[in-house]
């Protein structure tokens, strides 16, 4: 037993406690060290110890009875013995490979590899593509899909989720375009009293999963005189072009308009015409990889001004929009809606000036626009509207005097 002091502390001086010899620290055995690295490797090789396990011995087992028994009799073993030597082989073959299998299943290395490569097959653009349309719909809510925390903050935003996944899905039944050009030159005709733009649009056209859209030209309504299409061209990878005159494009609102009024054509308004129909090109076998597309507008405007309107139907790689004015017209105010795409406006401020470009060299997604306002300048368009009065009263005196002259 250790012997305490009886004697109170004093300040400064230590406290001693003898210590008892059965507690008293033994020396390092000089083995200590070579015993934890043994250990250790121990641990190591646990693994590859479980390698040998009864399946394996017993199929050794098995293999050796085989070849004894084949050694034993030579070449005039009985036929049960035989019988034996090759049941013994197959068997003791079979287990040695199946214990060498399960040694290397249960190991984190192969199945590691096995995650690997399920992970790089699931990932493979051919094992999605031969997917159904609900496998990839579920394959979309797998990864698209709102944190715990989002849904504790609102319950509802799994409906966000879902609209941006069903239009994922929707994307492969849209055409797409690219290199979409819509030059426009703007002038004031004294004839239909108003500003008239010639619009010039060229794109090429790409089929969805389906084939081609219908490619829509104008509506058929109240305000259907001020949109005249002069031409409209598809151009194919093979063979003559398709063209559709003015006189075609007239033929077709009136076969529309005669639809709305009976009623079947429902509420659609728009004239489309379909790109590679098949009455035309009962040749074809697939739709060609791409068709161009050139059409020719005239727009007529309201009185001294006009605006000029742009809006994506398609998804849009590539877009440049120009317009040019002549006369006294300038540019008067424009706004771009174009998100998540980057585009540039030259000149920066166009307002007042004679021309601007808007491009944008980016994708636009369907429902981006452009609009531009072309106009005369205030103070003009009075000038223009005294000049057009008082032009008009001196034409009605003419017709008058010469009506007095007559009589």
């Known amino acids: 037993m250790p012997t305490i002091t009886n004697e109170p502390d004093k300040p400064g001086v230590e406290r001693k406690v003898a210590k008892s010899p059965a507690v008293a620290e033994k020396p390092r055995s000089?083995?200590?060290?070579?015993?934890?690295?043994?250990?250790?490797?121990?641990?190591?090789?646990?693994?590859?110890?479980?390698?040998?396990?009864?399946?394996?011995?017993?199929?050794?087992?098995?293999?050796?009875?085989?070849?004894?028994?084949?050694?034993?009799y030579g070449d005039e073993i009985p036929f049960v013995a035989g019988v034996l030597t090759d049941?013994?082989?197959s068997l003791g073959v079979a287990v040695i490979i199946a214990a060498i299998f399960s040694y290397t299943v249960g190991t984190a290395r192969f199945i590691d590899r096995v995650r690997e490569d399920l992970q790089s097959i699931i990932a493979s653009r051919r094992f999605l593509s031969d997917m159904d349309h609900q496998s990839?719909?579920?394959?979309?809510?797998a990864v698209l899909t709102p944190t715990e925390r989002q849904r504790r903050i609102y319950d509802n935003v799994d409906s966000y989720y879902e609209h941006f996944i069903e239009k994922s899905l929707g994307i492969s039944n849209t055409c797409v375009r690219s290199n979409y050009r819509l030059s426009?030159?703007?002038?004031?005709?004294?004839?239909?009293?108003?500003?008239?733009?010639?619009q010039t649009i060229n794109y090429r056209l790409y089929p969805a999963?389906?084939?081609?859209?219908?490619?829509?030209?104008?509506?058929?309504?109240?305000?259907?005189?001020?949109?005249?299409?002069?031409?409209?061209?598809?151009?194919y990878p093979k063979g003559d072009p398709e063209i559709f005159k003015a006189s075609?494009?007239?033929?077709?609102?009136?076969?529309?308009?005669?639809?709305?009024?009976?009623?079947?054509?429902?509420?659609?308004?728009?004239?489309?015409?379909?790109?590679?129909?098949?009455r035309a090109r009962a040749d074809w076998t697939l739709d060609p990889p791409h068709v161009d597309v050139e059409m020719k507008v005239v727009v007529s405007g309201d009185d001294h001004w006009i605006n000029l309107a742009f809006k994506a139907l398609q998804p849009t790689d590539g877009f440049r929009f120009s317009v040019q004015c002549e006369g006294m017209?300038?540019?008067?105010?424009?706004?771009?809606?174009?998100?998540?795409?980057?585009?540039?406006?030259?000149?920066?401020?166009?307002?007042?000036?004679?021309?601007?470009?808007i491009n944008c060299p980016q994708w636009m997604d369907q429902g981006a626009g452009v609009a531009v306002i072309v106009g005369v300048p205030h103070a003009a368009a009075d000038e223009i509207k005294k000049q057009m009065r008082s032009a008009a009263g001196h034409a009605l005196a003419e017709e008058l005097a010469e009506h007095l002259r007559v009589s």
């Open 30 to 72: 000089i083995f200590q060290p070579v015993w934890s690295r043994v250990t250790k490797v121990w641990d190591k090789s646990k693994s590859f110890l479980g390698f040998f396990s009864g399946y394996l011995w017993g199929g050794i087992t098995l293999l050796l009875i085989g070849i004894i028994l084949d050694q034993a």
């Open 87 to 89: 049941i013994c082989r």
């Open 136 to 141: 990839k719909r579920d394959v979309l809510r």
């Open 184 to 198: 426009c030159k703007c002038f004031y005709d004294l004839d239909l009293n108003c500003v008239v733009c010639e």
């Open 329 to 357: 017209l300038v540019i008067r105010d424009y706004n771009v809606l174009i998100h998540s795409a980057d585009f540039r406006v030259d000149p920066a401020k166009p307002a007042g000036s004679k021309q601007v470009v």
């Open 248 to 278: 075609d494009i007239a033929a077709r609102q009136s076969e529309l308009r005669a639809q709305m009024g009976t009623g079947e054509q429902g509420e659609d308004t728009m004239l489309k015409i379909p790109v590679c129909n098949p």
């Open 209 to 235: 999963s389906g084939g081609y859209e219908d490619v829509v030209l104008t509506s058929v309504g109240p305000d259907e005189h001020k949109v005249c299409v002069e031409h409209l061209k598809f151009f």
